[in-house]
């Protein structure tokens, strides 16, 4: 059975597309995270939801 991990990354308005883009990069390379939702409110601020699989080990013995 697939769990999930999940995180929450706000980006306040003002923040640049090329820095959002290299935060985003740099979460998904080194981190294994994948966009699962965007939210972008009236006052112009971001609320990204981050999430990547949590892989369990079962004993073999």
């Known amino acids: 059975m697939l769990e999930y991990e999940y995180r929450d990354l706000e980006i306040p308005r003002g923040t640049t597309r090329n820095a959002t ?5 740099e979460h998904a390379e080194y981190g294994r995270w994948e966009i699962a939702r965007v939210r972008v409110y009236r006052d112009g601020s ?15 013995m």
């Open 21 to 25: 883009r290299q935060a985003l990069t």
């Open 46 to 60: 971001r609320r990204v939801t981050l999430c990547r699989k949590i892989i369990r080990r079962m004993r073999t």
